[in-house]
């Protein structure tokens, strides 16, 4: 993306990572909204991962925690994220450089941030 490009909006990131992933064979899913700390107990990836047969699916995944004390301490918080969310299985041989081309997909440039793996 150039200096003079506007920059990217979440739809058009979102739409971006649909398109990237579909075209690798994905189901993009709809999203699955119910109060968890993260996208893996969604249906489409935690009761397909389970099992021996190849299942691709991508989705964004609203996750809301209202009761994340992190944030401040108002009580009446609402916090909702939004996670992306790949399950390739089997995993393909390329899947890290499949990830980091996503990222190009959606507007990302590898030259202007450090992108890495890091390992804890």
Same mark, same amino acid.
């Given at each position: 993306m150039s200096a003079s490009e506007p920059r990217r909006s979440l739809q058009h990131m979102i739409l971006a990572l649909e $398109?990237?992933? %579909?075209?690798? &064979?994905?189901?993009? $899913? $709809? @999203?699955?909204?119910? =109060?968890? &700390? %993260? &996208?893996?107990?969604?249906?489409?990836?935690?009761?397909?991962?389970?099992?021996p047969e190849p299942w691709r699916v991508a989705y964004v995944e609203p996750s809301r925690r209202p009761k994340d004390g992190r944030y401040g =301490?108002? @009580?009446n918080r609402f916090q909702q994220f939004f996670q992306y969310q790949v399950l390739l299985k089997p995993a393909p041989s390329d899947v890290v450089d499949a990830y980091f081309q996503s990222l %190009?997909?959606?507007g990302l440039d590898p030259l202007q941030h450090d992108l890495r793996l890091v390992e804890d």
């Open positions: $398109q990237f992933w %579909a075209d690798r &064979g994905c189901v993009i $899913q $709809q @999203p699955y909204s119910s =109060e968890v &700390g %993260a &996208g893996t107990f969604n249906p489409a990836s935690f009761l397909r991962s389970l099992g =301490e108002n @009580p %190009a997909a959606m």
